[in-house]
């Protein structure tokens, strides 16, 4: 995986790569978000279930940062959206053949933001939040969220 | 027939206004003699109750289906919008065979069917069917698999798969009510009930409405075997328990996305050995991993009702030949054969103790092989069509390859149980062909230059060394060329893809699939352009038939080409579901009574023994 640095990516953002409000709402939060990876998010892995690690209990709540994927959403613009360890080759939504991985986290963004190219490693930060939550408009149940999300794009593969 | 034709004739000197109906079975239906079935007529306009009149072979339909009305004055799309009246009556049953012609009018609405009622053999052929069902199974599947396995000298093969000695045959027909394409819904639906229906649907005939679990209904083959015998149901699939294929064993809905309901409905239906992926369906909401939106457990449900249940090959040895196996191995679908037995990809390093499906079937039979009434087995290799779509051809030949050893397994079985039916065949195909060979000596810079076709082809040079069944490796320098007739925008790279499954493209902002980068830098690998929409994510399902062998007693009724549907019919025949008889004989109560004396659980009719 060819992760850029953050320097490269303002680079990239000064030639247009990415929406620059993207940058701008990402940068303040930056500092102070305590980086979580998606290997770092269960403790134990098994058929009956999955438990999260002990860093996970213990950021809950706090503000943090993980990289990874973007999903590609319902639509265009979006206020949530999935975030996933490897990018995604068949989308769940839309087709009945193929299924959510296990490992994902749900991003709820704080305004709308368009969405990244496929392939594309974003960051994003936000506020851990741990516990099922059925999300009331789409249903989609998620078990460990992002909320008041931001996101930059970091890299290409 | 010539009825039918005036009927359809009239019909259509109608139609000019909205002035059609749709009855549900469908014309040509074929029905089991007494099995359970919803009856609907959909008119395309509001009508009133007492303008609609509907005959079956001349008689009212309310006399001669023996129930009420079922009138419905209105129904409405997702929108609210008014789609016009219907008639629904549930659970309606025939009790003699023979041909039934339905006539429908109310105003100038009015539509004809004729539905071909079946009976069967008064006493069955086969104690046991093993159904085996290579999911996306082609002839190439087949081909491939042969010449990895057992390898080819002088243009003979060295060795036979399992399924090339079935003495049987027939071609099937795989297409749906909606479309000559297919899926694995569907096609499995109409092996399962005898009835055709639209892509997606389990067990149903699609209808009008929005909701995907009011559709009428058809019985399927786990609930005729309940209705009439005391034998045991087993599955063994090596995806989700809930994918389409075994979901249709069991399972009614419109929309074979409904995973978490058709858990449900495997629930009450409890086929006595459950075996494959799919444990987050299992799962309370609560339970990180679930994907259920309710809180309800079913491994605490399948416990509770007395099953034993195992969560890796350990485990599953552990119960083997308990009464009633729950064996979850993965929470999603269990990972491709070859990733399990030698390159340890995909999500092995999670779970690296999956069983296979030869070990699953072999705990399956010693199981279900208690019962002195026998059973009935389906066992999916459903995972040569998930490696197929993304054109992972070696992932799915060596699928196809352990598919074969399960059939090894069924025809064992058979060869000391000779009062066991064995068929193997497929859902639907796949565009898949092998043309040749690929050979890293060949000379030239381009990887095109080392597809060997006609004579430069000469034979591929995998090897057994282990006498495993499996060729050792599957990276030869002299390797099978496999190429697919469709796909999206991907690279072709000429190697089989050792690093993980094949993921031949990704979803841009628009919606569409491009070529997936990744594989880009791959020696030689060369971009090719897709075929087929833009918004498909992988290759596609082929409508080319599919190859049915089968040997036992009724084997005899698979010849020639048949409908999926009709082959519901030989497998009913097989164990005389349309005899008047059976369960009656033998009453449920009986078989409670035994088991709670013996200690058992008695959430069904498993019998004493
Ligand atoms: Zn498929």
Same mark, same amino acid.
């Given at each position: 995986?060819?992760?850029t640095s953050?320097?490269i990516?303002? @680079?990239?953002l000064?030639t /247009?790569?990415v929406p620059?409000?993207a940058l701008?709402a990402?940068? +303040?939060?930056r500092?102070?978000?305590a980086?979580?990876t998606f290997?770092?998010?269960y403790?134990?892995?098994?058929v009956l279930?999955?438990a999260?690690s002990?860093?996970v209990?213990?950021l809950a709540?706090q503000?943090?940062a993980m990289r990874?994927f973007m999903a590609? +959403?319902?639509k265009?613009?979006a206020a949530f959206f999935?975030?996933t360890a490897i990018p995604?080759?068949l989308c769940?939504?839309c087709s009945?053949?193929a299924d959510w991985?296990?490992?994902? =986290?749900v991003v709820?963004?704080?305004r ?5 190219p496929?392939?594309?490693?974003i960051e994003?930060?936000?506020r851990?939040?741990v516990g099922?939550?059925t999300?009331p408009e789409s249903?989609?149940?998620s078990l460990?969220?992002?909320?008041h999300?931001?996101?930059a794009?970091?890299?290409r593969? | 027939m010539?009825?039918?034709?005036l009927a359809?004739a009239?019909?259509v000197a109608?139609?000019g206004?909205?002035d059609?109906?749709?009855v549900m ?5 074929t029905?089991?003699?007494g ?6 007529v959909e ?8 303008e609609? *009149?509907?005959?079956?072979? /001349? ?5 001669a289906?023996?129930?009420g009305t079922?009138f ?5 799309d997702k929108?609210?919008?008014?789609l016009g009246s &219907?008639?629904?009556l549930?659970?309606v049953r025939?009790?003699?065979?023979g041909?039934?012609?339905?006539e429908?009018?109310a /105003?100038?609405? *009015?539509?004809s =069917? $004729?539905w ?5 053999a008064? &006493?069955?052929k086969a104690r ?7 999911d996306?199974?082609s002839?190439?599947h087949r081909?491939?698999a042969?010449l990895m396995?057992?390898?080819m000298?002088g243009?003979?093969?060295?060795g ?6 079935l003495?049987?045959m027939a ?8 479309a000559v394409?297919t899926?694995?819904a569907?096609?499995?639906?109409a092996?399962?009930?005898g ?5 997606n649907?389990?067990?149903?005939y699609?209808?009008?409405t ?6 009428p @209904?058809?019985e $399927?083959f786990?609930?005729? !075997?309940?209705r009439?015998t005391?034998?045991?149901?087993g599955l063994v ?15 009614? $809905? ?5 995973k978490?309901?058709?858990v449900e409905m495997l629930?009450?239906?409890?086929p006595?050995?459950?075996l494959?992926?799919g444990?987050?369906?299992f799962?309370? @909401?609560?339970?990180? /991993?679930s ?5 309800k457990d079913?491994i605490?449900?399948?416990r509770?009702a007395? #099953? ?8 599953l040895q ?5 009464d ?14 070859l990733?399990?037995m030698q390159l340890?990809k995909g999500t092995?390093g999670?779970f690296?103790?999956?069983?296979g499906?030869v ?8 199981s279900?092989? @208690?019962?002195p ?13 998930k490696a197929s779509?993304?054109?992972d051809?070696?992932r799915?030949?060596f699928d196809t ?5 399960a =059939?090894a397994v069924?025809r064992?079985f058979q060869?000391?149980? +000779? ?5 193997? $065949?497929g859902?639907?195909?796949?565009g898949?062909?092998v ?6 000596d060949l000379p030239g %810079? ?5 597809v060997?076709t006609?004579?430069?082809a000469?034979?591929?040079n995998?090897?057994?060394r282990?006498?495993d069944?499996y060729?050792d490796?599957v990276?030869?320098s002299?390797?099978?060329?496999l190429?697919?007739?469709?796909? +999206?925008?991907?690279y072709e790279?000429f190697r089989?893809k050792l690093?993980?499954p ?14 997936n980068?990744k594989?880009?830098?791959?020696p ?8 087929i929409?833009?918004?498909e994510?992988?290759? =596609?399902?082929?409508v %080319?038939?599919? !190859?049915?062998q089968?040997a036992?007693?009724?084997a005899?009724g698979f010849?020639g #080409?048949?409908?999926?549907s009709?082959? #519901?019919?030989v497998?009913?025949d097989?164990?005389?579901l349309?005899a008047?008889?059976t !369960?009656a004989?033998s009453?449920a109560g009986?078989?409670?009574a035994?088991?709670?004396?013996a200690?058992k659980?008695?959430?069904?009719k498993?019998?004493s023994?």
């Amino acid at each position: 995986m060819a992760a850029t640095s953050l320097v490269i990516d303002r @680079r990239r953002l000064l030639t /247009g790569a990415v929406p620059a409000a993207a940058l701008l709402a990402a940068r +303040p939060a930056r500092a102070a978000a305590a980086s979580l990876t998606f290997e770092e998010l269960y403790g134990t892995i098994g058929v009956l279930g999955l438990a999260f690690s002990d860093k996970v209990k213990a950021l809950a709540g706090q503000e943090v940062a993980m990289r990874g994927f973007m999903a590609p +959403p319902l639509k265009a613009e979006a206020a949530f959206f999935v975030l996933t360890a490897i990018p995604m080759a068949l989308c769940p939504f839309c087709s009945s053949d193929a299924d959510w991985p296990n490992d994902i =986290v749900v991003v709820y963004l704080d305004r709308k933001q368009t969405f990244a190219p496929p392939a594309t490693l974003i960051e994003v930060t936000g506020r851990l939040e741990v516990g099922s939550w059925t999300d009331p408009e789409s249903g989609f149940v998620s078990l460990i969220r992002l909320t008041h999300g931001r996101f930059a794009v970091v890299g290409r593969l | 027939m010539r009825s039918r034709l005036l009927a359809l004739a009239a019909s259509v000197a109608l139609s000019g206004a909205a002035d059609a109906a749709t009855v549900m079975p469908l014309d040509r239906a074929t029905i089991l003699v007494g099995s359970p079935f919803d009856f609907k007529v959909e008119f395309e306009a509001k009508v009133k109750a007492d303008e609609v *009149r509907i005959t079956v072979n /001349g008689e009212d339909y309310r006399t001669a289906l023996g129930a009420g009305t079922g009138f419905v004055e209105v129904e409405t799309d997702k929108d609210g919008k008014e789609l016009g009246s &219907a008639v629904l009556l549930r659970g309606v049953r025939i009790a003699k065979p023979g041909r039934y012609t339905v006539e429908a009018t109310a /105003g100038n609405d *009015r539509w004809s =069917v $004729t539905w071909e009622v079946f009976g069967t053999a008064d &006493a069955p052929k086969a104690r046991n069917i093993i159904f085996l069902l290579g999911d996306g199974l082609s002839v190439a599947h087949r081909t491939a698999a042969r010449l990895m396995a057992k390898g080819m000298t002088g243009g003979k093969a060295n060795g036979r798969l399992a399924m090339d000695d079935l003495d049987r045959m027939a071609f099937i027909g795989t297409s749906a009510t909606d479309a000559v394409a297919t899926d694995s819904a569907n096609t499995m639906s109409a092996y399962m009930t005898g009835h055709k229906t639209a892509v997606n649907a389990l067990g149903v005939y699609a209808d009008r409405t929005p909701a995907s679990l009011d559709d009428p @209904r058809v019985e $399927t083959f786990a609930e005729a !075997v309940r209705r009439q015998t005391r034998k045991s149901v087993g599955l063994v699939v090596t995806s989700e328990i809930e994918d389409a294929t075994p979901a249709a064993v069991v399972a009614h $809905t419109r929309r074979r996305a409904d995973k978490a309901e058709i858990v449900e409905m495997l629930f009450s239906v409890k086929p006595e050995v459950i075996l494959g992926g799919g444990s987050a369906y299992f799962l309370p @909401r609560a339970v990180p /991993g679930s994907k259920r939106r309710d809180d309800k457990d079913f491994i605490a449900l399948f416990r509770e009702a007395g #099953y034993a249940l195992a969560t890796d090959r350990d485990e599953l040895q552990a119960i083997a030949g308990r009464d009633r196996l729950l064996g979850l191995f993965h929470p999603g679908n269990l990972d491709y054969a070859l990733d399990r037995m030698q390159l340890k990809k995909g999500t092995v390093g999670k779970f690296p103790r999956q069983p296979g499906l030869v070990e699953m079937t072999r705990a399956a039979l010693d199981s279900l092989s @208690r019962n002195p009434d026998g059973f009935f087995l389906m066992v999916e290799g459903s995972c040569i069509d998930k490696a197929s779509h993304p054109l992972d051809w070696e992932r799915a030949v060596f699928d196809t390859i352990e598919f074969d050893q399960a =059939v090894a397994v069924a025809r064992q079985f058979q060869a000391a149980h +000779p009062d066991t039916l064995v068929v193997v $065949t497929g859902d639907h195909t796949h565009g898949m062909s092998v043309i040749g060979t690929i050979n890293d000596d060949l000379p030239g %810079d381009e990887m095109r230059e080392k597809v060997g076709t006609y004579a430069a082809a000469g034979f591929p040079n995998y090897e057994d060394r282990d006498g495993d069944g499996y060729p050792d490796r599957v990276d030869v320098s002299r390797r099978l060329a496999l190429f697919g007739t469709n796909g +999206p925008d991907h690279y072709e790279t000429f190697r089989p893809k050792l690093d993980g499954p094949f993921e031949p493209a990704l979803k841009t902002q628009g919606g569409t699939y491009v070529a997936n980068d990744k594989y880009k830098d791959v020696p030689g690998a060369v971009l090719v352009k897709g075929n087929i929409p833009k918004d498909e994510e992988s290759g =596609v399902h082929a409508v %080319d038939d599919v !190859v049915l062998q089968a040997a036992g007693p009724g084997a005899e009724g698979f010849k020639g #080409y048949m409908e999926e549907s009709d082959v #519901y019919r030989v497998l009913a025949d097989a164990f005389a579901l349309g005899a008047t008889r059976t !369960v009656a004989n033998s009453p449920a109560g009986q078989a409670s009574a035994g088991e709670a004396s013996a200690g058992k659980a008695s959430a069904g009719k498993t019998p004493s023994k």
